[in-house]
């Protein structure tokens, strides 16, 4: 229904028409309208940015939450485990999902809240400008109207002032007593007072019809359009609300496709989750490529114990002499590998069985033996290699390089990964030399594109680099050759042992073999030799590398206890310079000395104290 009607519905009454219209009811009430929808416009539009900060809130929440879950981690704490990974997929998949979020919130900021606030601040502006003409043209009118109200009463009140002129002119004409002059006194009063009245007349009718003609041009010409421009703009606001709406809609429609494909990489990773997997690398980090340990053997304490004639129970077949036949003797093995390092030690003390009472002269005191005293040396030498050596101890050594603290098996997956990675470090070296070499080709073919010799100090310095990353290489691959001999040599060993475990009428010696000798059965243990400790501990295995050095100039290593070293030549590091001017280093095949400290660059390893680089 147009608005119109409210102004055509009236134009039969004039009277009516006019009296309705300039109570202002109606303008009254569409202004009203027009207002709550503005604000109806706007409370919508605080509704989105409630709803988008909502949103801001739940993704920042999600990210959050994705960052406590998905710490940052090194090279090597990077997870393997199937279940891990996919967790950590999970949490990738989240986080593009909360990015969605975003890019929800940020849609609705600018295409549904943004919009809203411009269309309302453009509304607000249109109906102003409708509302102040409207009030304009009623006012124009309610002057008009003034007018001609004025123009009537002039007109009324001077037709009473004519009718009074008339009534004194009559009265005086028809008294015989009144004067000529006085007659015609009242005579042109009254003459004056119809020529006011003629002109009141036409002036009142000029205004009533200025005013009827302003009235039909507000009723049916001004204020229709006012109206008209009101109910379009209206209009207008409920078509951009609906539009908004769709819009509103439309920014979730298009992040489900991609919030799908989060959901189903969700899925996807929960489906990736393999225990058979996840045991296979539980069993590939901890194996530790030691052998099972062999059976623990008997140890007969009852050799030494003499046995009546009439003693029927079984037991260990008697000598002469009541000395325990070393034939019946049970055969061990000599430091065996066990699952989590070298043998343990045995029982601290084990008591005897009690000795039976014998008759005086018959009594023959317990003899230590053989197997006894390579127990306890063997234990020695456990706790020896245990602590590399007192010297090392004093030094504070550092930690160990070559990862020898590591099981068989994980020492060599890690010299090999870390060989792969010096590798890698020296094919970039070697791409870096090829192309400085390049350079210095074109700089020495075109001199004025630069100065071949600005790029010798950097070709330099890549070749240096090199040498140290070869010297670490094949330092790693001694390290991994010497764990894969090991490794080999284990298997060989073992199947030996295992015969010599299970001869039936072999001797240990103590050194761990065996002989058939019987001219050995009356000999006396050998005893240890009082300096086999000595001689152990100050034959110290080689010092650790602590850096490495180049040779600047060569050295001819004349005087008792230097090296001889030739120029550029890389060497280990094991001394530093103690204040007097040596240093002492160790070449690649295993000799040691010492070389001045001014002859070579050095260069300390991260893991000891005071790495630098010096000359």
């Given at each position: 229904?147009?608005?119109?009607?409210?102004?055509?519905s009236?134009?039969?009454?004039?009277?009516?028409?006019?009296?309705?219209?300039?109570?202002?009811?109606?303008?009254?009430?569409?202004?009203?309208?027009?207002?709550?929808?503005i604000?109806?416009?706007?409370?919508?539009?605080?509704?989105?940015?409630e709803?988008?900060?909502?949103?801001?809130?739940?993704?920042?929440?999600?990210?959050?939450?994705?960052?406590?879950y998905?710490?940052?981690?090194?090279?090597?704490d990077?997870p393997?485990?199937?279940?891990?990974?996919?967790?950590?997929?999970?949490?990738?998949?989240?986080?593009?999902?909360?990015?969605?979020?975003?890019?929800?919130?940020?849609?609705?900021?600018?295409?549904?809240?943004?919009?809203l606030?411009?269309?309302?601040?453009?509304?607000?502006?249109?109906?102003?400008?409708?509302l102040?003409?409207?009030?304009?043209?009623?006012?124009?009118?309610?002057?008009?109207?003034?007018?001609?109200?004025?123009?009537?009463?002039?007109?009324?009140?001077?037709?009473?002032?004519?009718?009074?002129?008339?009534?004194?002119?009559?009265?005086?004409?028809?008294?015989?007593?009144?004067?000529?002059?006085?007659?015609?006194?009242?005579?042109?009063?009254?003459?004056?007072?119809?020529?006011?009245?003629?002109?009141?007349?036409?002036?009142?009718?000029?205004?009533?019809?200025?005013?009827?003609?302003?009235?039909?041009?507000?009723?049916?010409?001004?204020?229709?359009?006012?109206?008209?421009?009101?109910?379009d703009?209206?209009?207008?606001?409920?078509?951009?609300?609906?539009?908004?709406?769709?819009?509103?809609?439309?920014?979730?429609?298009?992040?489900?496709?991609?919030?799908?494909k989060?959901?189903?990489?969700?899925?996807?990773?929960?489906k990736?989750?393999?225990?058979?997997?996840?045991?296979?690398?539980?069993?590939?980090?901890?194996?530790?490529?030691?052998?099972?340990?062999?059976?623990f053997?008997?140890?007969?304490?009852?050799q030494?114990?003499?046995?009546?004639g009439?003693?029927?129970?079984?037991?260990?077949?008697?000598?002469?002499g009541?000395?325990?036949?070393?034939?019946?003797?049970?055969?061990?093995?000599?430091?065996?590998?066990?699952l989590?390092?070298?043998?343990?030690?045995?029982?601290p003390?084990i008591?005897?069985?009690?000795?039976?009472?014998?008759?005086?002269?018959?009594?023959?005191?317990?003899?230590?033996?053989?197997?006894?005293?390579?127990?306890?040396?063997?234990e020695?030498?456990?706790?020896?290699?245990?602590?590399?050596?007192?010297?090392?101890?004093?030094?504070g050594?550092?930690?160990?390089?070559?990862?020898?603290?590591?099981?068989?098996?994980?020492?060599?997956?890690?010299?090999?990964?870390?060989?792969?990675?010096?590798?890698?470090?020296?094919?970039k070296?070697?791409?870096?030399?090829?192309?400085?070499?390049?350079?210095?080709?074109?700089?020495?073919?075109?001199?004025?594109?630069g100065?071949?010799?600005?790029?010798?100090?950097?070709i330099?310095?890549?070749?240096?680099?090199?040498?140290?990353?070869?010297?670490?290489?094949?330092?790693?691959?001694?390290?991994?050759?010497?764990v894969?001999?090991?490794?080999?040599?284990?298997g060989?060993?073992?199947?030996?042992?295992?015969?010599?475990?299970?001869?039936?009428?072999?001797?240990?010696?103590?050194?761990?073999?065996?002989t058939d000798?019987?001219?050995?059965?009356?000999?006396?243990?050998?005893q240890?030799?009082?300096?086999?400790?000595?001689?152990?501990?100050?034959?110290?295995?080689?010092?650790?590398?602590?850096?490495h050095?180049?040779?600047?100039?060569?050295f001819?290593?004349?005087?008792?206890?230097?090296?001889?070293?030739?120029?550029?030549?890389v060497?280990?590091?094991?001394?530093?310079?103690?204040?007097?001017?040596?240093?002492?280093?160790?070449?690649?095949?295993?000799?040691?000395?010492?070389?001045?400290?001014?002859?070579?660059?050095?260069t300390?390893?991260?893991?000891?104290?005071?790495?630098?680089?010096?000359?």
């Amino acid at each position: 229904m147009s608005w119109l009607k409210i102004s055509n519905s009236l134009s039969l009454d004039l009277f009516l028409f006019s009296a309705f219209f300039l109570d202002q009811d109606q303008f009254d009430n569409l202004d009203k309208h027009s207002q709550w929808g503005i604000d109806f416009l706007e409370r919508y539009a605080k509704f989105v940015k409630e709803r988008l900060e909502i949103e801001q809130a739940y993704a920042k929440q999600l990210r959050s939450l994705v960052k406590k879950y998905c710490p940052k981690r090194s090279k090597d704490d990077e997870p393997r485990f199937t279940s891990c990974l996919s967790f950590y997929s999970i949490l990738n998949e989240l986080n593009d999902y909360a990015g969605q979020r975003e890019v929800v919130a940020e849609e609705m900021g600018h295409k549904v809240y943004g919009e809203l606030m411009r269309y309302s601040q453009d509304l607000k502006g249109e109906r102003k400008l409708h509302l102040q003409e409207g009030r304009k043209t009623q006012q124009y009118l309610d002057q008009c109207w003034k007018h001609m109200d004025n123009s009537k009463k002039k007109f009324e009140r001077e037709c009473k002032e004519a009718e009074k002129s008339q009534l004194i002119y009559e009265r005086l004409d028809n008294d015989i007593n009144a004067t000529k002059s006085e007659v015609e006194k009242a005579k042109s009063q009254l003459y004056l007072r119809q020529h006011l009245v003629e002109e009141s007349k036409n002036e009142y009718a000029a205004q009533l019809q200025n005013f009827n003609s302003e009235q039909w041009k507000h009723f049916n010409v001004a204020i229709p359009q006012i109206f008209k421009n009101l109910q379009d703009m209206d209009e207008r606001r409920t078509v951009k609300l609906g539009e908004m709406y769709r819009s509103f809609a439309e920014v979730e429609r298009r992040v489900i496709p991609i919030i799908s494909k989060c959901l189903e990489g969700m899925v996807t990773a929960a489906k990736n989750v393999d225990e058979r997997r996840d045991s296979g690398v539980v069993v590939e980090s901890f194996k530790s490529g030691f052998e099972p340990p062999g059976d623990f053997p008997f140890e007969d304490f009852s050799q030494n114990i003499q046995r009546t004639g009439s003693d029927g129970t079984i037991g260990t077949p008697k000598t002469e002499g009541g000395k325990p036949d070393p034939k019946h003797a049970v055969a061990r093995t000599k430091n065996k590998l066990w699952l989590f390092g070298k043998k343990p030690k045995l029982p601290p003390s084990i008591p005897p069985p009690s000795l039976p009472s014998f008759p005086s002269g018959h009594f023959q005191p317990p003899k230590f033996s053989t197997e006894r005293i390579a127990n306890h040396l063997s234990e020695m030498r456990n706790a020896k290699s245990k602590i590399p050596s007192f010297r090392a101890v004093k030094r504070g050594a550092p930690t160990l390089e070559d990862l020898s603290h590591l099981p068989p098996e994980q020492r060599r997956k890690k010299l090999q990964q870390r060989i792969d990675e010096l590798n890698k470090e020296l094919q970039k070296e070697m791409d870096q030399r090829d192309a400085l070499n390049k350079m210095k080709d074109v700089y020495e073919k075109n001199p004025q594109m630069g100065d071949p010799g600005s790029l010798q100090p950097k070709i330099s310095e890549t070749i240096c680099n090199m040498e140290k990353l070869r010297s670490e290489i094949h330092k790693n691959e001694s390290w991994l050759a010497e764990v894969e001999g090991k490794h080999g040599s284990r298997g060989e060993r073992r199947p030996s042992a295992d015969v010599n475990h299970h001869a039936p009428h072999g001797r240990e010696s103590p050194e761990g073999s065996y002989t058939d000798d019987h001219s050995q059965e009356h000999r006396s243990p050998p005893q240890p030799d009082p300096h086999e400790f000595d001689d152990e501990f100050d034959d110290d295995d080689p010092l650790p590398a602590i850096g490495h050095c180049k040779a600047l100039y060569s050295f001819d290593g004349s005087n008792e206890g230097t090296l001889v070293m030739n120029e550029n030549e890389v060497l280990y590091v094991i001394e530093i310079d103690k204040g007097d001017g040596w240093t002492r280093v160790r070449k690649q095949g295993g000799e040691e000395g010492y070389v001045p400290t001014s002859y070579v660059e050095i260069t300390l390893e991260k893991n000891s104290k005071g790495a630098v680089t010096y000359i």
